[in-house]
């Protein structure tokens, strides 16, 4: 079995800028759809990638905000555990996602994702959670 060694440096800073990056982006979800609008714009690239159990893969921050609901207005996260490997940052969360109104689109969701980093700016969000767990209030 080989070890392999942390690079010498900036390894943990960087680990720490990546997960700091990812916490303040999700934070910055809310309480308006315009600061959803606001994060989505302030950190990602303009080429991001965004995967969803059961949704379309959407490429660039137009599709993404098309996926978005229209209403979203508050993303509440807990943070369960946070890892980070080269680019890439492991996120466990449970999360609330409320409308405009203060009613949930879903609510204690479980969620795993991956989010990887170019220049400061996340390229790639992939998230990971049980579709029939989702709770949701039924819409209009």
Aim: proline share 5%.
């Amino acid at each position: 079995m080989s070890v392999v060694e942390p690079e010498h440096g900036h390894s943990g800073e960087r680990a720490r800028d990546g997960e700091r990056l990812v916490r303040d982006f999700l934070a910055r979800m809310g309480p308006t759809p315009d600061d959803v609008r606001s994060a989505v714009e302030d950190f990602l690239t303009e080429d991001c990638v965004w995967e969803n159990p059961g949704s379309p893969l959407c490429r660039g921050k137009a599709q993404i905000m098309e996926l978005m609901p229209s209403d979203l207005a508050q993303l509440e996260v807990g943070f369960l555990h946070m890892a980070t490997t080269g680019e890439t940052v492991l996120a466990e969360r449970v999360e609330n996602m409320l409308r405009t109104d203060g009613s949930p689109i879903a609510k204690n969701l479980k969620v795993m994702a991956a989010f990887e980093i170019r220049d400061s700016r996340i390229s790639s969000w992939r998230d990971y959670f049980d579709i029939t767990n989702l709770i949701s209030e039924a819409g209009d």
